[in-house]
């Protein structure tokens, strides 16, 4: 994708699965450089031994300090915002910290972004996001609404800076999902943890949402949100799956945890009156679309097409993936 080719791009968050991926995949796209912004000095170590590239820089920092942040982004092309606290029963303990870094700090890139002049700056959100019913989907709501009016605070004749928002499901297989948590168990002779065998995940690989984020990237022009179009699985599919290929250790039924949803939502009902399709993805226009651009839609996005459903897009009524499917991606995953 010769968009990157010799720009320099920051990662927050980059020590993460998803950013580990995305470096990964951005240093086979010839970049110049790519900014590691974590405050994890353990696995920034861990990171830089596993790619010994000399193309990666490894900032210690929090996105809490606008100072360490502005520093970070200095002649930078590319930003992706992927630090967050993300443990919902950990952040409903202790909200007051997931506002601190999840609003406060997510300001914080967009200010350090536009003082820096960045080409473009993506957030990286999450289905709970829509309707939130738990405080970490409150906080990745108000990331995104920070990110999408950004351009309320843009000079067009001194800032080029272009905010886009990016929401998807669960990364299958990725680190503290369901499905490491029920081999360790299974591996262990322990019963499996189901929350409610009715519920239903969007699920997406990690191919898939390096593929969805990088195109995303590319054809936003700032204020949209980029939604993926994805299948879901059940969770009583997933259990099956996993005994099928490994043992049967039976399950115990042990409730849905406070601020967890039996399904989950992409895009709401009234969110659906400004949704477009556009390279096979949904985009979520912002309403003030208008005010930024004083443009049509069809003359800045001439492949869109607009949606006219209202209904949800919710995990419980898209195509579920079969559990043969699911046994097969199991097994390519690496996990067992």
Sequence with gaps: ????????????????????????????????????????ESKQIEMENNFDDKRIRFFLGDIRDLDRLSRATEDVDYVFHAAALKHVPKIEYNPFEAIKTNVIGSQNVIEACINANVEKAICVGTDKAVSPLNTYGATKLLMEKLFITANNYLNPDKHKTKFIALRYGNVLGSSGSVIPKFIEQINKKNKLSLTDVNMTRFSIMMNEALDFILKATQIGNGSEIFVPKLRSYSILDVKNALTEILDDTGYDEIGIRPGEKLHEILINADEMRYVWEIENMYMILNPLF???????????????????????????SVEKIPVEELKKIIRNSNLI
């Design 290 to 316: 208008g005010n930024f651009y004083g443009d049509t839609i069809s003359n800045v996005y001439s492949n869109a097409k607009k949606i006219e459903q209202y209904e949800n897009y919710s995990s419980e």
């Design 1 to 40: 994708m010769i968009l990157f080719e010799k720009k320099t791009v920051l990662i927050t968050g980059g020590t993460g699965s998803l950013g580990q991926a995305l470096t990964k995949r951005l240093l086979n796209l010839d970049v110049k450089a790519i900014r590691i912004f974590s405050r994890n």
